[in-house]
């Protein structure tokens, strides 16, 4: 039986050999650097990340008293750079599951991956709403009729609870619909109001209404995507677009489904 542990980019890779018999019984246990890995071969050859600089000792054993296998027997290790012409490839059978990385360990990795996320997205959810009802009360006990704008109370020794009441002002329907059941845009809406004004006040109501309403140019993405550079006006206004354009990557957004009853 060998060990190895080896070094490729960033990660660290140790390596345990043994005969398909004794692989079924070996247990190892690697600890170091404040970490503990416990992993049970189930194959000839296995292997396990390590976090970079790791150094510890690794401990092997033989619970069943395989042949040729020492009770718990213990070496060094450290992350040591060695040839990884044979570092171990496995059949690549998930999707987003590595070369290097034995199929069973992907998924047990990517399922407990799952769970950490959704338990914590549950947590996470329940305390903002725990948050906000304890919020409302707060505000209805210590400012029953609050103002616009920020507000005080003191509540001794210095400490004050500041309220920043905010009211918000939205222009339009987005649900309204016209006689034949059509959605009427928000922007229609505005500008029926803006021909009512300005008919009936003239240039006094236009320039009133350039104080009262204001429009924030929004790009359609998956228009903007759509133009084509082989067309010589698409790929000129896409040009001079991208001089004013900065796209960022969103906050990813996970949703779990489940099975759809049949």
């Not at 959605?183 to 004004?197: F, G, L, R, W």
Request: charged share 25%; aromatic share 8%.
């Amino acid at each position: 039986m060998t060990n190895r542990l080896w070094q490729d980019g960033k990660y660290i890779y140790f390596v345990i050999d043994a005969p398909n018999p004794c692989a079924l019984y070996v247990s190892v246990t690697i600890a170091g650097n404040g970490s503990l890995l416990v992993a049970r071969p189930r194959i000839s050859r296995q292997w396990w990340q390590l976090e970079p600089g790791f150094e510890g000792i690794a401990h092997m054993n033989n619970e069943q008293g395989a042949a040729g296998i020492g009770h718990n027997s213990g070496w060094g290790a450290s992350t040591v750079e060695v040839d990884t012409s044979d570092m171990p490839k496995f059949e690549v059978k998930y999707e987003g599951q590595s070369e290097f990385e034995e199929p069973e360990a992907f998924r047990l990795r990517r399922n407990a991956e799952i769970e950490t996320w959704l338990n914590n997205k549950q947590g996470a959810e329940a305390a903002v709403q725990l948050e906000r009802d304890s919020r409302a009360k707060v505000t209805a006990t210590l400012f029953p009729t609050p103002k616009k704008g920020t507000q005080r109370y003191d509540i001794g020794g210095g400490y004050k609870i500041k309220l920043q009441h905010v009211v918000t002002y939205n222009l339009g329907d987005k649900d309204k619909e016209d006689d034949n059941g059509n959605k009427i845009t928000i922007e229609s809406q505005v500008q029926a109001v803006e021909a009512v004004i300005v008919e009936k006040l003239g240039e006094v109501g236009a320039q009133m209404l350039k104080r009262l309403i204001r429009w924030k140019p929004e790009l359609s993405g998956s228009e903007y995507e759509k133009l084509d550079v082989s067309n010589e006006a698409e790929a000129f206004a896409k040009a001079e677009i991208a001089k004013i354009l900065t796209i960022k990557p969103g906050s990813p957004q996970l949703a779990f489904e489940e099975p759809k009853a049949r």
